[in-house]
């Protein structure tokens, strides 16, 4: 009997071994055709005209200003002082704020009607976040232009983050000068 259960068990294991050894058919897909496109309906052709022409006009670039005012513009622009910030930050120095002082003082003087603030960054840092942070920094400026009692319609704000490098050099000394912001008269 045991003898009998042995040769049974060993037929069945080699049944086994064998059937789970062969290879099984895979079922292969063939291509389906691809169906037709629908063609979409003739339209009546589009008429063209001939236009004839004309010489292009160039658009005003800058607002024209009288002679006798561009002196005084060219005169407050360049005594608007910049300031410049530490790394990394949009707080305002006393050395700032003393210089935000002086440039309130001139474009109340000189009766300015925009004056544009330009916050730049040096070269540290991604894209998006300097420009980010070249515009915290025109825009504590210009609040603080504000509390010195400059109008806020006649001020306005852009970030060039790192674009407009003051120094284009690679150490600490050309960071601290890119690190700032500019005041630009856009108009009197």
């Given at each position: 009997m045991e003898r009998r259960t042995a040769s049974v068990f060993l037929v069945l294991s080699c049944v086994m071994i064998m059937a789970s050894g062969c290879a099984k058919n895979e079922i292969v897909k063939k291509d389906e055709g691809i169906a037709p496109v629908a063609t979409a309906p003739v339209k009546a052709p589009v008429k063209t005209e001939v236009v004839k022409e004309q010489p292009v006009k160039q658009a005003k670039v800058a607002e024209s200003i009288p002679e006798e005012?561009?002196?005084?513009?060219?005169?407050?622009?360049s005594a608007l002082e910049k300031i410049y910030f530490d790394f990394d930050s949009f707080k305002l120095s006393e050395a700032a704020r003393s210089e935000l002082v002086k440039n309130a003082d001139m474009i109340k003087k000189d009766h300015a009607e925009k004056v544009r603030i330009e916050g730049n960054c040096d070269e540290r840092g991604s894209d998006e976040y300097n420009l980010a942070l070249g515009e915290k920094r025109a825009k504590v400026a210009m609040q603080y232009l504000v509390t010195l009692g400059i109008p806020a319609e006649h001020l306005s704000v852009i970030s060039y983050g790192k674009e407009k490098p003051a120094d284009p050099g690679h150490d600490e000394a050309a960071w601290a000068k890119n690190r700032r912001d500019e005041f630009v008269?856009?108009?009197k």
């Amino acid at each position: 009997m045991e003898r009998r259960t042995a040769s049974v068990f060993l037929v069945l294991s080699c049944v086994m071994i064998m059937a789970s050894g062969c290879a099984k058919n895979e079922i292969v897909k063939k291509d389906e055709g691809i169906a037709p496109v629908a063609t979409a309906p003739v339209k009546a052709p589009v008429k063209t005209e001939v236009v004839k022409e004309q010489p292009v006009k160039q658009a005003k670039v800058a607002e024209s200003i009288p002679e006798e005012n561009a002196g005084q513009m060219g005169q407050l622009k360049s005594a608007l002082e910049k300031i410049y910030f530490d790394f990394d930050s949009f707080k305002l120095s006393e050395a700032a704020r003393s210089e935000l002082v002086k440039n309130a003082d001139m474009i109340k003087k000189d009766h300015a009607e925009k004056v544009r603030i330009e916050g730049n960054c040096d070269e540290r840092g991604s894209d998006e976040y300097n420009l980010a942070l070249g515009e915290k920094r025109a825009k504590v400026a210009m609040q603080y232009l504000v509390t010195l009692g400059i109008p806020a319609e006649h001020l306005s704000v852009i970030s060039y983050g790192k674009e407009k490098p003051a120094d284009p050099g690679h150490d600490e000394a050309a960071w601290a000068k890119n690190r700032r912001d500019e005041f630009v008269v856009i108009s009197k």
